[in-house]
């Protein structure tokens, strides 16, 4: 389901936001890596045991290859793993560093929190990975953009992605129920 709905999405903003941070799973701590665009919308994420500049690369190499462009900025926090990844993607022009400029992912790390809690932590590192899919999936379908569009146009694509919503569910459901007779 998730996979149907991130191929209806349009092509991202060319500034992506990466940050990594804690989640719990399977009674440990692993990092979460993700990305965003400058409009908030989740393009891709990383469950792993280290916060290394392995792990960087991987993420940004999946980024990559997913979104079939590269960025025109990247902006970091400070940790000297992603500017060596990015060293090593010759991709350190369009690399930024800077303590406020990374407020965009910080903010939307809220909603995984609110997740996690919900779930108690999550019970491994696929079981998080495979949650936190769903939970992005569903949050770029949901996400209007709010500040840039009128309540009349928040509205109509609202109720637009409440009825895709609705349609691909019930495809779903219809396919994996047993039929009453």
């Known amino acids: 389901m998730a996979n149907r709905i991130r191929r209806t999405r349009s092509t991202p903003h060319l500034q992506w936001h990466l940050d990594e941070m804690y989640v719990s799973g399977g009674g440990r701590w692993m990092y979460l890596w993700r990305a965003i665009d400058q409009e908030g919308e989740v393009l891709d994420f990383l469950v792993q045991s280290?916060?290394?500049?392995?792990?960087?690369?991987?993420?940004m190499r999946r980024l990559l290859k997913r979104q079939g462009?590269?960025?025109?900025t990247i902006i970091t926090d400070k940790w000297k793993a992603c500017a060596t990844a990015f060293r090593k993607l010759s991709l350190v022009r369009q690399h930024h560093q800077a303590k406020w400029m990374n407020n965009r992912i910080e903010g939307s790390h809220v909603r995984i929190r609110k997740?996690?809690?919900?779930?108690?932590?999550?019970?491994?590192?696929?079981?998080?990975?495979?949650?936190?899919s769903i939970h992005a999936a569903f949050y770029n379908h949901f996400n209007t953009r709010r500040h840039l569009v009128?309540?009349?146009?928040?509205?109509?694509?609202?109720?637009?992605?409440?009825?895709?919503w609705?349609?691909?569910?019930?495809?779903?459901e219809s396919?994996?129920?047993?039929?009453?007779?």
């Open 175 to 181: 396919r994996t129920s047993p039929s009453c007779a």
């Open 50 to 59: 280290k916060r290394d500049t392995r792990a960087a690369l991987k993420l």
């Open 166 to 172: 609705r349609d691909r569910t019930a495809a779903k």
């Open 69 to 72: 462009i590269a960025p025109k």
């Open 150 to 164: 009128s309540a009349a146009e928040h509205r109509i694509k609202h109720h637009q992605a409440f009825e895709l």
């Open 115 to 132: 997740h996690e809690r919900i779930m108690q932590g999550f019970r491994s590192a696929g079981s998080a990975q495979r949650s936190l």
